[in-house]
Antibody, heavy 121, light 113 residues
Framework: EVQLVESGGGLVQPGRSLRLSCAASGFTFDDYAMHWVRQAPGKGLEWVSG????????DYADSVKGRFTISRDNAKNSVFLQMNSLRPEDTALYYC??????????????WGQGTLVTVSS | DIVMTQSPDSLAVSLGERATINCKSSQSVLYSSNSKNYFAWYQQKPGQPPKLLIY???TRESGVPDRFSGSGSGTDFTLTISSLQPEDVAVYYC?????????FGQGTKLEIK
């Protein structure tokens, strides 16, 4: 059974940093791209960042480019999101999502339950 | 960026009746080399993560009831629920995975009339 478990969220002041983690199990982790998607309270879905199976391709939404860094550790079946210079508008539930196809298009077939990030003074 | 616009924003349908949600993309998501639309539909129930329903515009994900169907190509797409069930109450999102930044529609809230 595929499982994605996010952690690392919390309350943080504007300008500070936070590192999110996603622990994956139930599939061959290093075959699939992984992504972070966020959802502000009561709002829709916003793709944040994605990383290919071998970390060779990395993309970011313009809203986080230069502030957030995605990485993965295939030996530990984990993907991370380092978030720096946090802003109140980064407040959201952050989901880890798995790409649906081996080395294929970035369609998300499994999602974690999310970890809540609140940026407030 | 490809902008995804759903209509309506909310919808109330009687049990057993048909529900139709539309999504329009600001540019085509049809990849000419393989004739596939890089387009999907998700369902999100309160307190839960999104669930993949339809991909390639019309392929049902494994385990999704056949009352859910997707259609369309290029820039115009439709999600149809043929006979609404109580468990279908949710917010539905369209999604393009044609190019980054990957984008979603604003969501359509589906309720029982």
């Amino acid at each position: 059974e595929v499982q994605l478990v996010e952690s690392g969220g919390g309350l943080v002041q504007p300008g500070r940093s936070l590192r999110l983690s996603c622990a994956a199990s139930g599939f061959t982790f290093d075959d699939y791209a992984m992504h972070w998607v966020r959802q502000a309270p009561g709002k829709g879905l916003e793709w944040v960042s994605g990383i290919s199976w071998n970390s060779g391709t990395i993309d970011y939404a313009d809203s986080v480019k230069g502030r957030f860094t995605i990485s993965r550790d295939n030996a530990k079946n984990s993907v991370f999101l380092q978030m720096n210079s946090l802003r109140p508008e980064d407040t959201a539930l952050y989901y880890c999502a798995k790409a649906a196809m081996v080395r294929g298009p970035d369609l998300f077939d499994y999602w974690g339950q999310g970890t809540l990030v609140t940026v407030s003074s | 960026d490809i902008v995804m616009t759903q209509s309506p924003d909310s919808l109330a349908v009687s049990l057993g009746e048909r529900a139709t949600i539309n999504c329009k993309s600001s540019q085509s998501v049809l990849y000419s080399s393989n004739s596939k639309n890089y387009f999907a539909w998700y369902q999100q129930k309160p307190g839960q993560p999104p669930k993949l329903l339809i991909y390639w515009a019309s392929t049902r994900e494994s385990g999704v009831p056949d009352r859910f169907s997707g259609s369309g190509s290029g820039t115009d797409f439709t999600l149809t629920i043929s006979s609404l069930q109580p468990e279908d109450v949710a917010v539905y999102y369209c999604h393009q995975y044609y190019s980054t930044p990957y984008t979603f529609g604003q969501g359509t809230k589906l309720e029982i009339k």
